[in-house]
T-cell receptor, first 113, second 118 residues
Framework: NAGVTQTPKFRVLKTGQSMTLLCAQDMNHEYMYWYRQDPGMGLRLIHYSVGEGTTAKGEVPDGYNVSRLKKQNFLLGLESAAPSQTSVYFC????????????FGPGTRLTVT | AQKITQTQPGMFVQEKEAVTLDCTYDTSDPSYGLFWYKQPSSGEMIFLIYQGSYDQQNATEGRYSLNFQKARKSANLVISASQLGDSAMYFCAMREGERNTGFQKLVFGTGTRLLVSP
C-alpha cells in the first residue's frame, strides 16, 4: 500500500508557464483534496472532490483547476503560474463524509520565478 | 474570523518532560471533530489524534492526549515524556460541515513549532 503519492516532489516554473500536479491514492477513498501550505498560514483548501467526475472549490481556488477522471487520481492544474503560487502543495484523501482523518501525500514544493 | 487559533508560534521543552500545545476553536455546528497533525522537518503530515464533539472522554493515543474542554472551546494537545523526535510543527484542525452542501472539510490552525532539547 503506497497510500497517497504526489508527482512531482519539486518543481520550478517561470511566470506564465503551466503544469499539472498528480495525486494518486490506493485506499479506495471517495474524497480527495488539494491544499496549499504557506509560511505562517497553515494549510488552506484549494479544491476538493467527493467522487469520480465531481470537483468543487475550496477556500483559495483562483488560478487553479482540477479534474477527477478516475477515482484514484486527482489532478491540480496551474494554467498560467504566478509567483503568488509559490507554495508547498499537499494532496489528501479520505473516506466518504470526510468525517475522520485525512491521509496526506508527501507534498510538492513549487517555486514560481 | 479565525476558526482555529493556535496562539503559541513556538514552544520549548526538555526531553522527558510533558508539554501542552494550545488550540481554541470557533464553531456553531453541534457536530464537529478536532484533529492534531504533526509535520516534521521532512514535510509530511502525520495524523496524531482525533476528538469528536460528542465524545465523553478525552482522546488518548500513546503519549498523546487531547484535553477537550467543550465549554471553553479548547482542544489542547498534551505530549507526555517528550522525545527528541517530537521536534516538529504541530497543527490543530477542525472538521466542519459546509452550510449549503454538507461537505465536511478540515480547517487548520497556523501551527506551533515544538523544539525538544536534550
Amino acid at each position: 500500500n503506497a497510500g497517497v503519492t504526489q508527482t512531482p516532489k519539486f518543481r520550478v516554473l517561470k511566470t506564465g508557464q503551466s503544469m499539472t500536479l498528480l495525486c494518486a491514492q490506493d485506499m479506495n477513498h471517495e474524497y480527495m483534496y488539494w491544499y496549499r501550505q504557506d509560511p505562517g498560514m497553515g494549510l488552506r483548501l484549494i479544491h476538493y472532490s467527493v467522487g469520480e467526475g465531481t470537483t468543487a472549490k475550496g477556500e483559495v481556488p483562483d488560478g487553479y483547476n482540477v479534474s477527477r477522471l478516475k477515482k484514484q487520481n486527482f489532478l491540480l492544474g496551474l494554467e498560467s503560474a504566478a509567483p503568488s503560487q509559490t507554495s508547498v502543495y499537499f494532496c489528501a484523501s479520505g473516506p466518504v463524509g470526510g468525517a475522520y482523518e485525512q491521509y496526506f501525500g508527501p507534498g510538492t514544493r513549487l517555486t514560481v520565478t | 474570523a479565525q476558526k482555529i487559533t493556535q496562539t503559541q508560534p513556538g514552544m520549548f521543552v526538555q526531553e522527558k518532560e510533558a508539554v501542552t500545545l494550545d488550540c481554541t476553536y470557533d464553531t456553531s455546528d453541534p457536530s464537529y471533530g478536532l484533529f492534531w497533525y504533526k509535520q516534521p522537518s521532512s514535510g509530511e503530515m502525520i495524523f496524531l489524534i482525533y476528538q469528536g464533539s460528542y465524545d465523553q472522554q478525552n482522546a488518548t493515543e500513546g503519549r498523546y492526549s487531547l484535553n477537550f474542554q467543550k465549554a471553553r472551546k479548547s482542544a489542547n494537545l498534551v505530549i507526555s515524556a517528550s522525545q527528541l523526535g517530537d521536534s516538529a510543527m504541530y497543527f490543530c484542525a477542525m472538521r466542519e460541515g459546509e452550510r449549503n452542501t454538507g461537505f465536511q472539510k478540515l480547517v487548520f490552525g497556523t501551527g506551533t513549532r515544538l523544539l525538544v532539547s536534550p
